[in-house]
Structure formats: structure tokens, C-alpha cells
């Protein structure tokens, strides 16, 4: 079966702190995408990665295969972050299976 | 380019009432994906079309949700009767032909209140 874990569940930093989200995955599924949705429901894709690190402004996504882990890091984080943060897996049917979010509050 | 669209974007029904949502995908996309969202939880797939065929409809309650996407482009999903355990954010999502369906684009989403 193939799954998506994440942690923490709940996250609250204080604006500026460095953070990271963590995910794991199970054999099967291809690439990560790294996705961010706001209060009102909306999604945004943030990432897709299937090797390394890519960054984007003050996010970074590093995945590792062989462990089958990947992060999710926020650097000089700002209350505008606030989001539940979802780690996705390209299944092996070409599907999308969800992690069950990151709540991220950043405090002024 | 526009991304996808949804409408409405909020709803409120009671119980046993009907209710349709519908989805305008990012034009030239022949891949399209109805999710629901409870709360606290992760999006989970409801169907998946490409073009106007349905590719995955296992998670589907067919006693009660049906959806379609004729010619190909713009699609509905139904709810009839709505129950309380409804209630969640219906996110529609789309991807365009030959690319891995992972890479997909999601619309702002529906949230469903059934009382």
C-alpha cells in the first residue's frame, strides 16, 4: 500500500525562525510534490521533486530516495507563511496520494 | 493562462437536499480530478477523467455522487441526497495530456456545509 506520512501535524514559530516539515513515503510512488493551501481552501503547487533540492525564494525541498524521506524548509519565516503545508506522492497508477497536512502558524 | 476555475465557492444545504459543483479546467488539459477534503485531513481522489472517460472512480459513493465531463472540458459533480459526513472542501484539479499526472493544478475549491 503506498502512504504519505508527515510531521509535525501542528507547527507555531515565531516569525523569522527557520522550519522544516518532514515526509515520508512508502515504495511506489515516483516524485513528491510539495503543496501549500490557505484558509478558504485553495492549492497551490510549491514543488515537484523526484531527486536533490530545489528552492524557490525563501522555500527549499530536498528529497532523499534511499530513505525515502523528504523535507521541507522555510528559511526567515513570515506570518504571510501560515498555510497547511501537504506532502503528495506520484502513486504507480499516476495518481496523487496525500500526506495529511501541516498546520503552520508563524507568529509576529 | 487562467487556472482552473470553481463555482460556487461556498455552499450551505441541509441534509437529503442536492447539490452540484462545477469545474472549468485550464484549457487543453485532457486530464481532470474531483478530490474531497475533509477537514483535518488530506485531499482524497473522487474520480479522474481523460478527456470525457472515467480513468478511476473506485473512491466514488455511486449511491450518492455522480459526475461527468461531456465534450471533454468543463465537468459536474452531484451530490443527491447530501449527508452530514459530506461536508468538506471539493477540490477540483486538473493536468495536461502525456505528462505524469502528479504535475497536476488545482482551482480554489468548493466548501461544502451540509446541516
Known amino acids: 500500500k503506498n502512504e504519505v506520512e508527515q510531521s509535525p501535524q501542528n507547527l507555531t514559530a515565531q516569525e523569522g525562525e527557520f522550519i522544516t516539515i518532514n515526509c515520508s513515503y512508502s515504495?511506489?510512488?515516483?516524485?513528491l510534490h510539495w503543496l501549500q493551501q490557505h484558509p478558504g481552501g485553495g492549492i497551490v503547487s510549491l514543488f515537484m521533486l523526484s531527486s536533490g533540492k530545489k528552492k524557490h525564494g525563501r522555500l527549499i525541498a530536498t528529497i532523499n530516495i534511499q530513505e525515502k524521506h523528504s523535507s521541507l524548509h522555510i528559511t526567515a519565516s513570515h506570518p504571510r507563511d501560515s498555510a497547511v503545508y501537504i506532502c503528495a506522492g506520484g502513486g504507480s497508477q499516476g495518481n496523487l496520494i496525500f500526506g495529511k497536512g501541516t498546520k503552520l502558524s508563524v507568529k509576529p | 493562462e487562467a487556472g482552473v476555475a470553481q463555482s460556487p465557492r461556498y455552499k450551505i444545504i441541509e441534509k437529503r437536499q442536492s447539490v452540484a459543483f462545477w469545474c472549468n479546467p485550464i484549457?487543453?488539459?485532457?486530464?481532470l480530478y474531483w478530490y474531497q477534503q475533509i477537514l483535518g485531513q488530506g485531499p482524497k481522489l473522487l474520480i479522474q477523467?481523460?478527456?470525457?472517460?472515467?480513468?478511476?472512480d473506485s473512491q466514488l459513493p455511486k449511491d450518492r455522487f455522480s459526475a461527468e465531463r461531456l465534450k471533454g472540458v468543463d465537468s459536474t459533480l452531484k451530490i443527491q441526497p447530501a449527508k452530514l459526513e459530506d461536508s468538506a472542501v471539493y477540490l477540483c484539479?486538473?493536468?495536461?495530456?502525456?505528462?505524469?499526472?502528479?504535475?497536476?493544478?488545482f482551482g480554489p475549491g468548493t466548501r461544502l456545509t451540509v446541516t
Open positions: 515504495v511506489g510512488i515516483s516524485a
Open positions: 484539479a486538473s493536468s495536461p495530456w502525456g505528462v505524469r499526472s502528479y504535475e497536476q493544478y
Open positions: 484549457s487543453g488539459h485532457a486530464t
Open positions: 477523467f481523460q478527456n470525457n472517460g472515467v480513468v478511476d
